[in-house]
């Protein structure tokens, strides 16, 4: 018996080193060159790559007829894994109509963390007073309105205004003119907040 062990560790070992395990891998969208913010997508601008499983992220796109025609947040490198938040929804553009506009809010990194383009979401102002800065009022200057784009994961602007940095995020919502000089009003003297809403279905 024990030698009948030893022969299968030896066996697995030999094996083991003749055909080394890989990581499972998964087909992702990457650039095939360097390209801008703003840019609309080209069949050339991409193509499917073959990638390690553990370095895809959970966004990322596996197929290129899902962002063609559509325009770029963020600037992208060559080689670099296009995911989902990297890429504008033109079905929610078209929700921009005479009645609304797009209009940014500034917000921390990680309330922006929290929501994904097409969520609806109220904005909320906490007024500060006093020295230390506590909240003591928090009310909604807009209900209800939609996120058009999340922040984007490379800092720096993007189209429309959307950025990231270490004070805080931009995510860009559809709102009524109305509610967009409200939220522009707070910003001056508030700390804005994303409460999302819950789903209707």
Not at 106 to 126: C, E, I, Y
Not at 145 to 172: C, F, K, P, R
């Amino acid at each position: 018996m024990l030698l009948v062990i030893l022969g299968f560790v030896v066996t697995a070992t030999t094996l083991s080193l003749i055909h080394p395990m890989t990581p499972p891998t998964r087909l992702a969208v990457i650039a095939t060159h360097d390209i801008a913010a703003g840019t609309v997508v080209a069949a050339t601008d991409i193509a499917l790559a073959t990638v390690p499983g553990d370095a895809i992220p959970h966004d990322a796109l596996a197929a290129t007829s899902s962002i063609v025609h559509h325009a770029l947040l963020a600037p992208m490198f060559a080689g670099d894994i296009i995911r989902e938040r990297d890429v504008l929804d033109s079905r929610l553009v078209h929700q921009i109509g005479p009645d609304s506009v797009a209009v940014p809010v500034h917000v921390t990194n990680s309330a922006a963390a929290l929501v994904q383009r097409g969520d609806h979401v109220d904005v909320l102002a906490g007024n500060t007073s006093g020295s230390s800065g506590d909240v003591t009022v928090a009310h909604a200057v807009a209900t209800d309105v939609v996120v058009l784009i999340a922040s984007v994961t490379a800092a720096g602007s993007s189209m429309l205004g959307a950025s990231t940095s270490s004070n805080g995020a931009d995510v860009v919502v559809i709102a009524r003119p109305g509610q967009a000089a409200s939220i522009a009003a707070a910003s001056v003297q508030s700390t804005l907040v994303l409460a999302l809403r819950g789903s209707s279905s």
